[in-house]
């Protein structure tokens, strides 16, 4: 058992609250505070930043007199209530479940992450002037939810734009990072954005923030699809019957929203792309869609997400006769798409489609059980066989890490810390740069990785060289601010008292 843990801030993460409480605490191993905190001794930990698993078990561990209960963390203090928003009730729970009690699965992957062609972003983010009032106010900062979430371009108390830290949550194994001068700057990030651009991503925030604090209803899809076709029948994009008029839908959906505001979202449209997302959006399938294209398109139907999740009833499509007479022959039918499978062996459902455009329909909607049977079914794609030649991406690779940390040696400003996150940043590389093929590059990586101890010494090094060019007193006291250790931490003082002495 714990004996304390820091104050927790409104729309704090979890991981932001161990982050402190390892700082308060002095520990220096990751794997030591996993085990105190959620009492597991094998690699699971908190697996993710964003949906961190054990929490029955981390409960547990508090102080008798906490009041902090899992479902707490999970409601106000982790991204569940963003990524499930738009999953139905029963998805949700498993994936609520699966966070209290660990499964040992990715559970990004259940909340519909992994496959999405929607991606967070690989760094924490935060806004510079609530970092800025933090350090005033409160001595100290921490990372919020809002600014995870994937759009959310601008702060919406001081319209800011977010900047990422250098905080990696994409990688599992990383170290619990405070937002602090090291991870963070209050430098504010140059806005090249039009006004219209700008005005449209604090509506989208607005949503999402409502989503994100305020709602804990579930939808199931199918309510949902119906809901957006009542929807744009209003909006005159659909008939009665809730047939899209597809062309004028996505003209209307193009028109409201910028091209490159639809780039930055990560949902441009090809309209010469038969399946683009926009086409098969609403359509009734069981196929994951992200959190932030329900916002978008909620935004284009000029609908507040309260209104979606209050809806009790919906209309969708329907049927307007339901008794109609096939107006061909139902034999000559069979005979021709018998005819224009045998002319094309081989051919898959969308191939024989495009061939028998009209008849393939008409089969599909008047005889889909014969069709279902006579019809070639999808063949399962052969997996691409490797063609990567690893020693010689090796060799690319490691000269790749010899000048990234070479460059970061020598940048200037404050140091940087040698660590595999910062190598791979200064690179560009995501986390295929740690692939167990690139053996040298690894290899290199963990002989140059700066331990903490040897990062405080250079950092303070460069501090003191610092104020002796700009003619600055060496005392402790200044040379701690400088630095940004701040504390009355005694091994620093010691350890920088000691490095003073080398200089006079």
């Given at each position: 058992m714990i004996n304390f843990l820091p104050l927790i801030y409104q729309d704090e993460l979890l991981f932001s609250v161990i982050s402190r409480y390892k700082q308060m605490c002095g520990m220096e191993s990751k794997r030591a505070l996993e085990m105190d905190?959620?009492?597991?001794?094998?690699?699971?930990?908190?697996?993710?930043?964003?949906?961190?698993?054990?929490?029955?078990?981390?409960v547990s561990n508090l102080p008798p007199t906490s009041k902090l209960s899992?479902?707490?963390?999970?409601?106000?203090?982790?991204?569940?209530?963003?990524?499930?928003?738009?999953?139905?009730?029963?998805?949700?729970?498993?994936?609520?479940?699966?966070m209290e009690d660990g499964c040992g699965r990715n559970i990004e992957s259940m909340a519909g992450m992994a496959g999405s062609k929607v991606k967070s972003s690989n760094y924490l983010r935060y806004c510079p002037i609530c970092f800025k009032q933090d350090i005033e106010q409160l001595g100290e900062s921490y990372w919020r939810r809002l600014p995870q979430v994937p759009g959310a371009?601008?702060?919406?108390?001081?319209?800011v734009l977010y900047k990422e830290s250098n905080v990696v949550i994409t990688d599992s194994r990383n170290d619990f990072l405070c937002a602090d001068e090291d991870t963070c700057s209050a430098d504010l990030a140059t806005d090249n954005y039009p006004k219209d651009i700008k005005e449209t991503n604090l509506n989208y925030v607005e949503n999402a923030s409502y989503i994100?604090?305020?709602n804990q209803n579930r939808k199931d899809l199918?309510?949902?699809?119906?809901?957006?076709i009542d929807k744009l029948r209003e909006r005159g994009c659909a008939s009665h019957g809730g047939t899209l008029y597809i062309d004028r839908f996505i003209e209307d959906f193009l028109h409201h929203y910028p091209s490159k505001y639809l780039g930055l979202m990560q949902s441009s449209v090809d309209i010469d792309q038969e399946a683009n997302w926009l086409r098969l959006f609403v359509r009734n399938n069981n196929k994951n869609r992200s959190p932030l294209r329900h916002l978008l398109f909620l935004?284009?139907?000029?609908?507040?997400?309260?209104?979606?999740?209050?809806?009790?009833?919906?209309?969708?499509?329907?049927?307007?006769?339901?008794?109609?007479?096939?107006?061909?022959?139902?034999?000559?039918?069979?005979?021709?798409?018998?005819?224009?499978?045998?002319?094309?062996?081989g051919a898959n459902r969308t191939e024989l489609k495009q061939v028998g455009k009209g008849l393939h329909t008409w089969i599909y909607v008047n005889d889909r059980e014969w069709y279902e049977e006579v019809t070639p079914s999808v063949k399962t794609r052969k997996k691409r066989s490797s063609?990567?030649?690893w020693e010689k991406r090796d060799e690319k690779c490691l000269e790749l890490a010899k000048n990234a940390v070479e460059t970061l040696l020598k940048e200037k400003g404050k140091?940087?810390?040698?660590i595999p996150s910062t190598i791979r940043r200064a690179i560009g590389a995501s986390r295929w740069f740690n692939h167990p093929k690139l053996v040298k590059t690894r290899q290199y990586i963990k002989d140059v990785t700066e331990d903490i101890e040897s990062y405080r010494v250079r950092k303070i090094k460069w501090a003191i060289e610092e104020m002796i060019k700009k003619g600055e007193k060496l005392t402790t006291y200044k040379i701690q601010l400088f630095v940004g250790f701040g504390g009355s931490n005694k091994e620093v003082k010691e350890q920088i008292n000691s490095i003073v002495s080398n200089y006079e």
């Open positions: 905190l959620f009492r597991i001794y094998k690699r699971m930990g908190r697996k993710s930043v964003l949906f961190p698993q054990n929490l029955r078990t981390f899992s479902k707490e963390i999970i409601i106000n203090h982790t991204m569940y209530p963003f990524y499930t928003a738009f999953l139905s009730e029963k998805k949700s729970r498993l994936v609520f479940k699966s371009l601008y702060c919406p108390v001081h319209q994100l604090f305020h199918s309510f949902i699809i119906a809901f957006y935004q284009f139907l000029e609908v507040n997400a309260s209104e979606l999740f209050s809806a009790n009833t919906t209309i969708g499509k329907q049927t307007i006769n339901p008794n109609r007479i096939p107006l061909y022959d139902i034999k000559d039918r069979r005979k021709k798409w018998l005819k224009i499978i045998e002319d094309n062996p063609d990567i030649d140091p940087i810390r040698i």
